[in-house]
């Protein structure tokens, strides 16, 4: 595609629900990205894939949250059991190079627990 | 202490000024180094990236960076309305980028 595809783009569930949001990077990017943005801050780093490999998840926040690349393309970050304060818009980017520095984002995907 | 910097803002110029956005870094080993633009609701886009000691211009817009003071800026010449934005900085340490929170550039007609 054009650009990097998140979905959905809004979701509002109820506590202790599991959520998975789905990435689709720019297609022939390597390196893909998810990152999380509370309002007014940066977008905070949880993890990132070189093809299909997970190369660093030191950024998810504890053992509830979870990503795969199975394809080494579409992406899926899954939160288990999620908490009012997983509330934020999770944020997914890639880039052409493996580990690249340049990458590019997707719109988001918001989430709001209830 | 953060590992990226920036003051939160807001800044606030008047138009036709220059803009000066500021990021000071943690981690010696980063070796590039990068400023986003993100409007209120968007995603952040690339502006500017920065790999070398000096200055970097691209039209109205001039990166600095000096790794001796672990320190980045983004100067914005004839600053428009159309600038306001919040500026995030970023370091590639590498393997992942790391934002900083953001300085918020509000630029008055």
Redesign the interface.
């Known amino acids: 595609g054009a650009g990097v595809s998140q979905s959905p783009r809004y979701k509002v569930t109820k506590r202790g629900q599991d959520v998975a949001l789905r990435c689709d990077p720019i297609s022939g990017h390597v390196s893909l990205?998810w990152?999380r943005q509370a309002l007014?801050?940066?977008?905070?780093?949880l993890t990132?894939f070189n093809y299909e490999a997970q190369?660093?998840k030191s950024?998810l926040p504890n053992d509830r949250f979870s990503a795969e690349r199975p394809e080494g393309s579409i992406s899926t970050l899954t939160i288990q059991r999620t908490e009012q304060r997983d509330s934020a818009m999770y944020?997914c980017a890639s880039s052409p190079y493996s580990?690249g520095?340049?990458?590019?984002?997707?719109?988001?995907s918001w989430l709001t627990v209830v | 202490q953060k590992e990226?910097e920036?003051n939160?803002g807001p800044l606030s110029v008047p138009e036709g000024a220059i803009a000066s956005l500021n990021c000071t870094y943690s981690d010696r080993v980063s070796q590039?180094f990068?400023w986003y633009r993100q409007y209120s609701g968007?995603?952040?886009?690339?502006i500017m990236?920065i790999y070398s000691n000096g200055d970097k211009e691209d039209g109205r817009f001039t990166a600095q960076l000096n790794k001796a003071s672990q320190y980045v800026s983004l100067l914005i010449r004839d600053s428009q309305p159309s600038d306001s934005a919040t500026y995030?900085c970023?370091v590639?340490p590498?393997?992942?980028?790391?934002?900083?929170?953001?300085t918020e550039l509000s630029v008055k007609p």
């Open positions: 990205y990152y007014g801050q940066g977008p905070e780093f990132y190369q660093d950024g944020r580990s520095n340049t990458i590019y984002f997707g719109e988001g | 990226v920036q939160s590039s990068f968007k995603s952040p886009e690339l990236s995030l970023a590639f590498p393997g992942k980028l790391i934002f900083g929170q953001g």
